[in-house]
């Protein structure tokens, strides 16, 4: 798709994993061409570059073509080696990780469910986001850095950053409470930080229309549940 130092981003404007490709991009002044996909009409280059998900975001370097948003930051970060994302430490990369997957899996996949669900499912997806908040929480308690990163955002900054402008959309649009400001001051004060960030700040989708795309979703999903 192009010579070897082409960069391009198939992405979806609300995708909170293709921001953190943008966001790994922009931290390290690399210049790339974002092309935009409809997700609920798959494109057939989206298709061709990632037979697996056919889901976004994809990664183009050149000939090269990689897909998840975590693993296309680890190669980011790797092949623009300055303003490094991960922790140099071994053990402190591998805390990293785990971290990021543990959240992802726990925080927005019931945060999710907690907002387009309803009944036993809601209350389930519910518990399950507030207590990996704890979790995350007690890891910022007593830090003297500004982010995870140190003094300045590195990988598991931005694998959670959606926490600090699309979890509070989903608590809105769900009629929910998990990101509890008094129960988690830590927590909050991260997110407060992270958003006073230009590179946020100017690189978020506009709330009031992630708000009318959620709920829009949402009522979809409540009208047609899925067949279990």
């Keep these: 798709m192009g010579d070897k130092d082409t960069v391009k981003v198939l992405g979806f404007w609300v995708s909170p994993f293709v921001l953190r490709v943008v966001w790994a991009l922009k931290i390290k002044?690399?210049?790339?061409?974002?092309?935009?996909?409809?997700?609920f009409n798959k494109s057939s280059i989206l298709k061709e570059l990632n037979p697996v998900h056919q889901r976004v975001p994809v990664l183009v370097h050149g000939q090269k073509v990689l897909a998840?948003?975590?693993?296309?930051l680890e190669y980011i970060d790797e092949t623009w080696k300055h303003c490094p994302l991960m922790p140099q430490d071994p053990y402190e990369r591998a805390?990293?990780?785990?971290?990021?997957?543990?959240?992802e899996e726990k925080l927005l996949e019931g945060a999710w469910a907690a907002m387009m669900c309803q009944g036993i499912e809601r209350e389930r997806?519910?518990?399950?986001?507030?207590?990996?908040?704890?979790?995350?929480?007690?890891?910022?308690?007593?830090?003297?850095?500004?982010?995870?990163?140190?003094?300045n955002i590195g990988y598991l900054d931005i694998?959670?950053?959606?926490?600090?402008?699309?979890?509070?959309?989903?608590?809105?649009?769900?009629?929910?409470?998990?990101?509890?400001?008094?129960k988690?001051?830590?927590?909050?004060?991260?997110?407060?930080?992270?958003?006073?960030?230009?590179?946020?700040?100017?690189?978020?989708?506009?709330?009031?229309?992630?708000?009318?795309?959620?709920?829009?979703?949402?009522?979809?999903l409540l009208s047609n549940p899925p067949r279990t």
């Design 29 to 39: 002044g690399v210049d790339y061409e974002y092309i935009e996909e409809d997700i």
């Design 68 to 72: 998840e948003s975590m693993v296309i």
């Design 95 to 103: 805390l990293a990780r785990f971290w990021a997957k543990s959240v």
């Design 125 to 151: 997806g519910l518990k399950q986001a507030i207590e990996i908040v704890e979790k995350v929480e007690e890891q910022l308690q007593g830090r003297s850095n500004l982010f995870f990163g140190g003094e």
């Design 159 to 182: 694998a959670l950053a959606w926490i600090s402008y699309m979890l509070p959309v989903w608590e809105e649009v769900g009629s929910l409470k998990i990101l509890d400001t008094c």
């Design 184 to 220: 988690f001051p830590a927590l909050t004060s991260w997110t407060r930080r992270l958003l006073e960030l230009p590179l946020m700040r100017d690189n978020l989708p506009p709330r009031d229309r992630m708000f009318e795309y959620f709920h829009k979703r949402r009522q979809e």
